[in-house]
């Protein structure tokens, strides 16, 4: 079964670093979206992206953050300048066409800025 | 009033009886509706889509009332693994993207 898959798992930064996370899609999806869920907190939106650019963000999604598809498969959420409060699990989805259709969701990179 | 809201619970469920819980939510213009299940530490899982007519699958019901702007979901039978915290999911809530409710915990006991 196509899954989304997400690396890495954990990833451990100072704060003021820049992390990348990193994130492939299903294949055949066209719809792609990061959230992210604080310890003990509601899955919040960040970004979603469709045909190669950003079609809805945000308030959280400020201008330490942003998103590329580089390659036609890779899917990045870059952090500048990472806070301790970035500290997360940071979830990609994907959806094959529209909002109707369900979203499927990677296990998470869970980032923890020290 | 939140976008999409839910009970936090948790309800704590003896093995094999009914559970039964709504969502609701503020936007009468929302599109579609999901019910995704979380476990500990782990990633949305969907559930079951939510139509308009209500759907069953297996021992999980789920309705919608659009006149009253909820969803729910009903278990039955319920078993230990059902133990989880349930997400409600709106289209629409909020713009074109995939809201979430903060989540319902259930506690299934033997």
């Known amino acids: 079964e196509p899954e989304v898959t997400q690396t890495p798992s954990h990833q451990v930064t100072q704060m003021g670093q820049e992390v990348i996370l990193r994130c492939v899609p299903i294949s055949n999806h066209l719809y792609f979206y990061w959230y992210r869920q604080i310890l003990g907190q509601k899955v919040e939106f960040l970004v979603s992206?469709?045909?190669?650019?950003?079609?809805?963000k945000s308030e959280i999604f400020d201008d330490q953050f942003s998103v590329e598809r580089p390659d036609g498969s890779n899917f990045t959420l870059k952090i500048r300048s990472t806070k301790l409060e970035d500290s997360a699990m940071y979830f990609c989805?994907?959806?094959?066409?529209?909002?109707?259709?369900?979203?499927?969701f990677g296990q998470g990179t869970r980032l923890t800025v020290v | 009033r939140k976008e999409v809201e839910q009970d936090p619970g948790p309800f704590n469920v003896p093995e094999g009886a009914t559970v039964a819980f709504n969502c609701t939510y503020s936007n009468s213009a929302s599109q579609s509706f999901f019910w995704y299940r979380q476990d500990c530490r782990k990633e949305p899982k969907l559930l079951m889509s939510v139509y308009s007519s209500g759907n069953e699958d297996g021992r999980f019901t789920a309705q919608l009332n659009r006149a009253s702007q909820y969803i729910s979901l009903l278990i039955r039978d319920s078993k230990l693994s059902d133990s989880a915290t349930y997400l409600c999911v709106v289209n629409g809530a909020a713009g074109n993207k995939l809201t979430f409710g903060g989540g319902t915990r259930v506690l299934v006991k033997p």
């Open positions: 989805a994907s959806l094959r066409r529209d909002m109707n259709t369900e979203a499927f």
């Open positions: 992206f469709y045909n190669n650019e950003i079609s809805e």
